[in-house]
């Protein structure tokens, strides 16, 4: 009689051949609440520094220095800067909080590509992958 136990299978060779995540969404579970969690923390605390309000009352006293009226310019100037970052830092905060419920979030525009979780993790309003934004940035 011949010994025709079959050896088990290591249990190794079961294993999904790609344990990567699905096509469906690039980044979803722990990652992507993780994600989430981040930008609504990063949009509440441009909400709470935004400064909105650092314009507002000032025009009040008189500076009949040219020069002081200079200064004052630029200082507006330089507010008025301060506050379209923050307000377009917000509004792609927004954006990607309401893309993370989507499987648009974490792919590319241009490329379609999934952007890796590393630099979502580091930028997770981005909307383009590294090599495409560099393109982005030469043109
Ligand atoms: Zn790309």
Redesign the pocket.
């Known amino acids: 009689m011949p010994a025709l136990t079959p050896s088990r299978p290591s249990g190794r060779a079961s294993l999904p051949h790609n344990p990567g995540p699905t096509h469906t969404k690039p980044v979803s579970g722990k990652r992507r609440l993780m994600l989430q969690t981040k930008l609504a923390r990063q949009r509440a605390l441009l909400l709470a520094n935004a400064p909105l309000s650092r314009l507002a009352g000032r025009e009040a006293e008189a500076q009949p220095d040219p020069l002081d009226q200079a200064a004052e310019g630029l200082e507006q100037e330089l507010a008025i800067q301060a506050r379209i970052r923050t307000l377009e830092q917000l509004h792609r905060i927004e954006r990607a909080l309401r893309l993370i419920r989507t499987q648009e979030y974490g792919r ?6 999934e ?1 890796p979780f590393k630099r979502l993790a580091v930028k997770p309003d981005t909307i ?2 590294v ?2 934004l560099t393109r982005l940035e030469e043109e």
Not at 108 to 113: N, T
């Open positions: 590319c525009r241009l490329c379609r590509q952007i383009y992958c090599p495409c």
